[in-house]
Every structure is written in C-alpha cells, then in structure tokens.
C-alpha cells in the first residue's frame, strides 16, 4: 500500500514568477494571478516536453532551474 503525498503548495509569488516566465515563452495564456490552476499546469506540461524534462503537471526544484525562476521570498 502507498501513501499519497500531494506536493507542497506553492506561495503566490513564485507561481507568479512562473507564469511571468512562462507567458514570455509564450506558453501561458491566462492571467498572471499567482494562482496554480488548470492553465499553469499546463503550460508548465507544455514546457517540460519541449525542454526534455518529465512531464507531470507540476513544477520542482530542476523546472524551476530551466525557468530561470528563484524563490527570493525564503
């Protein structure tokens, strides 16, 4: 039996990096809010394929390298 560990929520600002990043890249659409929803995970899908990274939906430490984004909130 496996437990599920859902990943850790991510603060408003560093979403809004991302979005930022990935909306320069030209694969995010919506408003940059700082909310992960349907459209971020996307476009960070979207962004994973193209850079040869594991596609999951979601970001971690080596998507957030590639993005060139930095948690300056810590």
Do not use: C, W
């Amino acid at each position: 039996m496996y437990a599920y560990v859902a990943p850790e929520i991510p603060s408003s600002f560093i979403v809004k990096k991302i979005q930022e990043r990935l909306k320069i890249e030209g694969l995010f659409k919506g408003e940059v809010d700082g909310k992960f929803g349907a459209r971020t995970a996307l476009a960070i899908d979207i962004f994973k394929i193209k850079n040869n990274l594991q596609s999951s939906g979601y970001f971690d430490e080596d998507t957030l390298h590639h993005l060139g984004v930095t948690d300056e909130s810590k």
